[in-house]
């Protein structure tokens, strides 16, 4: 596990995977639920995006599943409680990186555990 803050990755850091091959670039931080975060966290305003006001887990797994509401309670446990980064892919697809995916930051880069394909995806947005 890194103990590498998620709020102080940037927008726009390259990401690489285990092997070393480039992933994408970050578009977006998601840093843990305020509402499952201890009295620090909580209290700290720069991990408080947005989270009142709707279940960002549950969001972003009916993106990646295209609808399907019927998750795994772990598996939204794991995304609210660490957090994630959003990626995007060079073909316009992207992928989410949840916060134990990640290893290290390196030069500003961020690598992972584990290897691209193993990464929840999705398709690129065709709304604009």
Not at 54 to 60: C, L, M, Q, R
């Amino acid at each position: 596990m890194n103990d590498l803050p998620l709020h102080t990755i940037p927008r726009g850091a390259l990401v690489f995977d285990r092997l070393g091959r480039p992933v994408g670039n970050v578009d977006y931080v998601q840093t843990p639920d305020v509402r499952r975060a201890n009295d620090f966290v909580r209290d700290d305003h720069e991990v408080n995006n947005r989270q009142g006001i709707w279940d960002f887990a549950e969001d972003i797994l009916e993106l990646v599943f295209q609808g399907d509401d019927q998750f795994s309670d772990d598996l939204v446990a794991r995304i609210e409680n660490g957090g994630y980064l959003h990626v995007i892919k060079p073909d316009g697809s992207g992928v989410f990186v949840f916060w134990d995916q990640v290893a290290h930051e390196e030069d500003g880069a961020i690598f992972l555990n584990m290897e691209a394909h193993d990464l929840l995806s999705h398709q690129p947005s065709t709304a604009r």
